[in-house]
């Protein structure tokens, strides 16, 4: 992979992109995540959502994104219905939302980098409240796993924002190669996604469009840039 990623001013090469979810994808396979399971990822604009998105893929697991700003209540729901078997999330979220996670579901942790903490307003000690909870950064790197071999990418399973209920999930099944790739030009046709494309990514990655964005215009070795949240007045500033 080619797909660099830059964020707050740093870019990231393809090289170290692929090193990260390569070995993230052997992390999520040593917890038992397989074919057809769910990963849960409730994290802000980072990019970490981008490594464990084709992470998830890369073992033909499902990726299904969380909106940051839900509570406990909803989350439970997500989580069990979706039947998830692993739940990544920020850790300045965790408090709101603990007392919503099964406790068949591992949870790991991931620290805010400066920029998101400057950009929702949280200060350095926002980590205190993660204190014996295991960081996914930290669970990733620990052992030189062997690699794991890939498998038809898993899709994405997303959730309505339940305002007509609780929110809804969709279940797609596993697409085969030749719809990978119909859906695969259907975006370059859609969205203008070009190979080598500059792609900015404004928007929050709990939502759908946003992060079939992010994925693509990876997929397809363009320059990501992720915005840490929506600043119109930056934007035009």
Known sequence: MK????FDGV??????????????????????MRAGDVVALMLHNEPVVLELILATRWIGSRWCMINTHLKS???SHILSDSGAKVLIV???LLDRIRDGIPASVPVFVVLPLQATREAHGLDDGCA???QGMPTWASFRDS???????QNAPGPPMI??????GRPKGIRRQTPSSEQVQRSME???AVLGIEPGMRGLISAPLYHGAPAIYLLQTALHDGHVVIERRFDAHARCS
């Open 3 to 6: 797909s660099t990623v830059q």
């Open 11 to 32: 870019i990231e090469s393809g090289e170290v992109l692929f090193a990260r979810y390569m070995r993230g994808a052997s992390a999520l396979h040593e917890l038992g």
């Open 73 to 75: 209540d909803e989350v």
């Open 90 to 92: 920020h850790g300045d």
């Open 128 to 130: 205190q409240h993660t």
């Open 143 to 149: 052992a030189e796993r062997p690699a794991v071999e």
């Open 159 to 164: 959730y309505t924002s339940g305002t007509t």
């Open 186 to 188: 259907a975006c370059r």
